[in-house]
């Protein structure tokens, strides 16, 4: 019998409503290999077999009434930032210790109405501050690749770097994730998966765990371009309960997997190519840009003057809107609480011990930049330049053109507690650098994987597209996965 | 801009995280790390440009100044650490 779990959301689908595997049987195949395989790879914070298998059992009833949804059976991870009824949802903080929410996040409702099964929660940076995966309160997540005849461990990236390395350890069919500032795209990217952060607006934000309010949004990592489209597709809505989901019908993106891109217009920005960039990321973005030529779309060298200005602006207002939303953990309304003499002295113990240290590193930053005298000259100033770096894109799109294609990553996947990464936030913050645009402008972007480094491990490209012009990625997207094939790690744990 | 040691305290006691004064040392080297990197902000010219306030145009929703909720007092303080008869508990603040 083949593995059940190497079957992608699409091939499991048509096998479900074939009658010829059933959901339960699938849900066991995953509650299996994560059984094998957690303690080593740390991607689930919480598995939830019975649910699982109850969620299973209710599909396979549904399937045999003819009454399937569009991801009946399919075994789902969850990112711990989603509020899931009854079950852990903590951000991989320590504040939010036996935090069980009484409700469902949007998102994930939207999933389980359309039949989907889930897994359990996964892990991710705590609060989604980081691009390693080494911040969360349950320890790191080991990347499922290595580098060619190493044992050394490896970041998946983060924040969603449990979700990034389920779906290529296949340990879930697909995953939910978020990305604020590259944190659907980065993971994906270090571990050969596909991962779309869609249009602000998008999906809605209701019962996720707010960081940046302004930037953050959900999204699906996923084993291949089509997997993405499906899942994006249940995951969208228009939710009345999110004052910024966007009132725009949910296209069917699995349509525009495979459309031609003969004719489109992809842009190249000139300032993406930066100082020290490795040699194979160049070339592994001059290979993209044939892979397009050759399937008939025109390349347009561009230019997106304000760039370079992207990550200190973010650094800025996402630290910002940290602090504010963060401001809710107080020992009070839920989580942990730590004693103190009075109320003062126990909130600011339960923070102090509660958040890690690139959380409160964040909120001290947020704090300063929005207080009392400093206001106008980093938070105003960042919103403006914001404006700026949106203007960039929509010029370039003025000018006609569809889409963008940059690299995903300055680099591929680096080791776990890299010293060189630890010793300065500032290094960390780079790994965001051709993504974090795209937030601040509120873009769609997606990463898919291109190719492999010297060392043997997954390297991605990002394409960004018009608001609101996910099918345009969707189907320019898959002519680089047709060319570029797929990638599964080897299997060592 | 670089912050000194007093002002680490200060941000820390707004944003209400105790800190110890080897936190403060590391926190200040941080911090200032940070604060260096976002500098480089002053050199864009953004004179006469609007902040953003809102990254895709659209208009706030609003829906009727009505009840539409309630009821829910034991799922409310079904996660607090310390509730009594669907009262938050915390320590004494009036003397």
Redesign the interface.
Same mark, same amino acid.
């Given at each position: 019998m083949t593995d059940l779990t190497a079957l992608t959301i699409a091939e499991a689908r048509d096998r479900l409503i074939a009658k010829d595997v059933s959901a339960s049987e699938l849900t066991e195949a995953y509650i299996k290999a994560i059984d094998a395989a957690n303690e080593t790879l740390n991607t689930y914070v919480a598995v939830t077999p019975e649910k699982a298998r109850d969620m299973a059992k209710a599909s396979d009833a549904r399937i045999a009434k003819g009454e399937a949804g569009a991801l009946e059976g399919i075994p789902l991870g969850i990112k711990d930032l989603f509020a899931t009824e009854g079950v852990h949802t903590q951000a991989c903080s320590h504040i939010l210790d036996?935090?069980?929410?009484?409700?469902e996040s949007t998102v994930t409702a939207n999933l389980w109405a359309d039949g989907a099964v889930m897994l359990g929660k996964l892990n991710m940076d705590e609060f989604a501050m980081g691009s390693s995966n080494e911040t969360s309160y349950y320890g790191p997540v080991k990347n499922p690749w290595r580098r060619k005849g190493s044992n050394m461990d490896l970041v998946p990236g983060g924040s969603s770097g449990g979700s990034a390395a389920a779906v290529a350890a296949h340990l879930c069919a697909g995953a939910t994730a978020t990305d604020t500032g590259g944190s659907i795209r980065q993971p994906a990217a270090l571990t050969g998966t596909v991962g779309i952060k869609p249009?602000?607006?998008r999906c809605s934000r209701w019962g996720t765990v707010a960081f940046a309010s302004?930037?953050d949004q959900a999204g699906p990592i996923a084993r291949d371009v089509r997997d993405a489209a499906i899942m994006l597709k249940s995951m969208a809505s228009v939710d009345?309960k999110d004052?910024?989901?966007?009132d725009r019908t949910v296209p069917d993106y699995e349509a525009s997997v495979g459309r031609s891109v003969k004719g489109l217009r992809i842009g190249v920005p000139r300032e993406y190519r930066v100082d020290g960039m490795p040699e194979e990321i160049e070339a592994l973005w001059q290979q993209g840009i044939a892979w397009l030529k050759d399937a008939g779309a025109e390349i347009v060298d561009v230019s997106l003057p304000?760039t370079?200005?992207a990550l200190?602006?973010y650094?800025?207002v996402a630290p910002a809107e940290a602090?504010s939303n963060l401001?809710r953990y107080?020992?009070?309304?839920?989580?942990?609480?730590m004693p103190?003499?009075?109320?003062?002295?126990?909130?600011?113990?339960t923070?102090?011990t509660g958040?890690g240290r690139e959380v409160?590193?964040r909120?001290?930053?947020g704090?300063?930049v929005l207080?009392a005298g400093?206001y106008d000259?980093?938070y105003?100033?960042?919103?403006?330049?914001?404006?700026?770096i949106?203007r960039d894109f929509e010029n370039v799109y003025a000018d006609g053109i569809d889409a963008l294609l940059t690299p995903a990553t300055p680099s591929a996947a680096f080791g776990i507690a890299d010293e060189d990464m630890a010793s300065?936030?500032?290094k960390m913050?780079l790994n965001d650098i051709f993504t974090v645009t795209v937030n601040?402008?509120?873009l769609p972007g997606i990463a898919v994987p291109a190719g492999l480094s010297a060392e043997g491990t997954p390297l991605g490209l990002q394409l960004i597209g018009r608001?609101f012009d996910e099918e345009t990625l969707f189907a320019t997207a898959s002519v680089i996965e047709k060319a570029a094939g797929r990638y599964t790690p080897a299997k060592w744990w | 801009?670089s912050?000194d040691t007093n002002?680490?305290r200060r941000?820390?006691r707004?944003?209400?995280?105790?800190?110890s004064d080897a936190e403060v040392e590391a926190?200040q080297g941080?911090?200032n790390?940070?604060?260096g990197? $976002?500098?480089?902000?002053?050199e864009?010219d /953004?004179d006469g *440009?609007?902040?953003?306030?809102?990254?895709?145009p659209?208009e706030?929703?609003k829906?009727r100044d009505i009840v539409n909720d309630g009821g829910?007092a034991d799922?409310?303080v079904?996660?607090?650490? $310390?509730q009594d008869e669907h009262f938050?508990v /915390?320590?004494? *603040?009036v003397e």
């Open positions: 036996k935090f069980k929410p009484r409700y249009t602000y607006g302004s930037l009345p004052t910024t989901s966007v304000h370079r200005y200190p602006a650094y800025i602090s401001a107080d020992g009070v309304r839920y989580g942990l609480r103190g003499r009075d109320v003062i002295d126990m909130y600011e113990q923070r102090a958040f409160k590193r909120i001290m930053i704090t300063y207080s400093y000259a980093y105003l100033r960042a919103q403006k330049v914001r404006t700026l949106k300065d936030p500032v913050y601040m402008a509120g608001p | 801009m912050v002002t680490v941000v820390a707004l944003a209400r995280i105790a800190v926190m941080e911090l790390a940070i604060l990197f $976002v500098e480089q902000l002053s864009v /953004v *440009v609007e902040p953003m306030t809102s990254v895709t659209m706030m929703k829906r829910k799922d409310i079904a996660n607090a650490p $310390v938050f /915390v320590p004494k *603040v």
